[in-house]
């Protein structure tokens, strides 16, 4: 090829960037403002709900509430978006909150029927090592074994609910020290419910971790291009095994949390919540497809079925419509990441073979007319 | 121009019954561009692969300035300062140029936030662009997702990010295979300006046009051996083709 032919193409050069950056930055603003869309969402839910019933709904202790049904799913919420990021599913979470809260209430009640710190420390303790442990084993499977995360993690959310039943007989447990009743399920600071407080700072640990930190940006890689990571020296099992096991140690903070606000295991409680979380974390924008997720994303996607059962309680709407309205939310939300995916897809991802060819050819063609 | 950044003496490559590489040579001087040309199965991608850490040789020799090396993986590849760009760009498409270039290299805070984890993102958001416009590779946007740039501006990303790292040598598997006529002369320019800031450049291409036309010297393959090593300037396409696929040396082959 002559230097004649570079010059002559030198002058499209400029018409392809100008027809491409507006994209790029639109693709950027897009991104960016999903998760604003999502709170304009809720909000306007909010201002609904506000106006037909304007005494009961907009009130500091009804919000109380609805933060506090928010608090468990949300610290779940965390791991899970992390888990998804990877490219990953976790369905075992809601079993893996009620085996930890077993273990802790198994260790408190054989530590006798101390009610000080010393036991719930202990208890805690016990929970969130349950908690790792579970989340290990996912791990482990889904990186090492090269099982589906789905099976993997349905296979845990069986077992550990079933190993839960077979260490209870099935019936509920409920020992829980009073200290941690009064300060965790029930204790306020400054009017915040103490379960508001803890899921709080654990919704700004899983953002500051996602976004500032070499985890985060490795988790969202591998989601990515899993591959790619590989080549640049990371150890893609080991971090992927950190993820879950992340997630796992959340499970078991929230198995704490349940068990001292409902000062039971409730075994048979929470074989849905799987669902809850990930219909969460999809509404709040992150992919199952992985890469992209954000966790402020997956609270606000928490918020929006919680808001809208307490709503249609209060205005006497059956509160089965929830579902309804949930169900139709989450189909929306993937149907916009598909879209988006779409569109990402066609400005830009390898071209598929055929204009591969159709660019060697038209390439070659050039070089003929020049010769 | 004494000794080659990069000798490969005697490589032997068989995967069962293939035999890839039967006793190939190769090697490429600091700023200059090295083509590797040949047919479909003469043994390039095995030879990149194997300089490239990513694979390894039943027998023959590494020589990195001069000395003889042995790679295990190809972090002992990046470790010497030699970047390899596969053909399938290897890029995480919906992290930023930024966060691709330091993906795996991150810059760390310093004191207790950097052992937390704490990235220093702002500098490495610096130093990134710096990084980009020094080669020229024009970056339109650092913040969006690489997945909503067009193929060529990625190509030139994944040029860039592994040119900002390669120290000595950079190894560019077909670059240009799945780009356009515009985008190819973008990348052609890209391996000119990594070649003037004295950085070895090993091109694997097709395209004889492209070889002739950015390498200084072109090594021919074929049948897992070096057949011809050509000054570019004093070669043209026929001979070259003429060496990928024997014609040349007729008496041998019959």
Known sequence: MSLKTEDAIGGHETEDSVIRKPLGARLGHTLKSQAMQIVLVWLGIVVIFSVLSPDAFLDITNFRNIAISVSILAILGVGTTLIIVTGGIDLSMGSILVFSGVIASMVMRGMGDGEGWGVAIAGILAALVSGLLWGLLNGFLVAKAKVPAMIVTLGTFGAALGLSQVLTGGIDLRAAPEVLVDSVGFGSLFGVPSLVIIATVVVIFGIVLLNHTKFGLRTSAIGSNAEACRRVGINVDRQLIKVYALAGLLAGLAGVLNLSFFRSTTIAGHSLTNLDVIAGVVIGGTSLFGGIGTVFGTLVGLFIPATLRNGFVILGVQPYWQQVVVGAFLVGAVYIDQTRRAANARGTTREPLFSRIFHRNSSTNTNRKES | ?254
Do not use: C
């Open chain 2, 1 to 254: 121009m004494t000794t080659p950044i990069y000798e490969a003496r005697d490589m032997v490559r068989t995967y069962g019954s293939v035999r890839a590489l039967e006793g190939a040579n190769f090697d490429v001087y600091p700023g200059e561009v090295s083509a590797m040309i040949g047919d479909n199965g003469a043994g390039k991608s095995t030879l990149v692969r194997i300089l490239s850490g990513a694979d390894k040789a039943n027998s023959g020799q590494i020589l990195f300035n001069g000395e003889p090396i042995t790679l295990e993986n190809p972090t002992d590849a990046r470790i010497r300062g030699i970047e390899t760009v596969f053909q399938d760009l290897a890029l995480a498409n919906h992290l930023n140029p930024i966060q691709n270039m330091y993906l795996g290299r991150e810059l760390m805070k310093p004191g207790i936030l950097g052992s937390l984890g704490f990235m220093q993102r702002s500098e490495m958001r610096i130093q990134g662009k710096n990084a980009f416009s020094a080669l020229g590779a024009t970056v339109r946007d650092f913040s969006g997702p690489v997945s909503g740039m067009s193929g060529g501006q990625r190509q030139a990303i994944a040029v860039a990010r592994a040119a900002a790292w390669a120290s000595d040598v950079i190894f560019l598997d077909e670059p240009t295979a799945a780009l356009g006529v515009v985008q190819t002369k973008g990348v052609m320019d890209l391996i000119r300006r990594i070649r003037d800031k004295g950085i070895a450049v090993v091109l694997i291409s097709h395209s004889m046009p492209h070889v002739l036309d950015v390498a200084d010297r072109v090594h021919v393959l074929r049948h897992g051996k070096r057949v011809a090593v050509m000054e570019a300037k004093n070669t043209n396409v026929e001979e070259l083709v003429g060496a990928m696929t024997g014609a040349l040396d007729g008496k041998e082959a019959a």
